[in-house]
């Protein structure tokens, strides 16, 4: 079996979203979805548009719990195939709290959703913070000790933060943006 290039998965979502409308699918957007979650069930994008949607649509001939569990199966699929994404994880919160009141396990995945999405933030601003001290410009130099002051408060404990945001503070003093530490 030949897997689907990106490319093409795309340009198959792009057609399914022609399809139909974002607020309300039309028939032939949630079959053109379906075909393509059957076709690459590791699509993420693709998985969480098509839960979305189907959370919107009222289908002919297909009941309420029918459609839930559809919904849970392909979120399901999608923090697996995302690797357990902050994104996906919180789909799966949202459904798990408001549709299968189960309040234990849609906490449990919100707190999982967020501690991902704090190493993902955690691990950006220490990249940004770290490209700005190495342009070395008066101006980058400054949005880098701004944003570090922030990074610090946020993640005190961060070892990654801590570094770029010292290192950004040594190359800041001598370029004359911050006092010398004389030791």
């Known amino acids: 079996m030949t897997h689907l290039r990106l490319d093409e998965m795309i340009a198959r979502m792009r057609v399914a979203r022609e399809a139909g409308s974002a607020h309300e699918a039309s ?3 949630l079959q053109r979805l379906r075909e393509l979650a059957r076709d690459c069930p590791a699509f ?3 998985l969480l548009e098509l839960a979305r949607l189907l959370r919107l649509t009222d289908e002919p001939g297909v009941d309420m719990e ?3 569990a559809e919904i849970e199966r392909l979120l399901e699929q999608a923090v697996q195939a995302s ?3 902050a994104p996906a994880l919180l789909e799966l919160a949202h459904f798990t709290d408001v549709f299968r ?3 234990g396990l849609a906490e449990a995945l919100f707190e999982e959703s967020a501690a991902s999405a704090l190493r993902a933030l955690e691990n950006s601003w220490a990249g940004l913070i770290d490209f700005w001290t190495l342009e070395r ?3 980058t130099l400054e949005k880098a000790l701004k944003l570090g002051e ?3 408060r946020v993640f005190p404990e961060s070892p990654r933060i801590l570094h770029v945001v010292e290192d950004a503070r040594e190359k800041a003093a001598r370029a ?3 006092p010398r530490n004389e030791d």
């Open 27 to 29: 028939p032939e957007q």
């Open 101 to 103: 009141d189960s309040p």
């Open 176 to 178: 004359g943006l911050l």
């Open 83 to 85: 690797g357990r994404s």
């Open 150 to 152: 922030l990074a610090e």
């Open 66 to 68: 029918q459609a839930l």
């Open 137 to 139: 410009t008066n101006d």
């Open 44 to 46: 993420t994008p693709n």
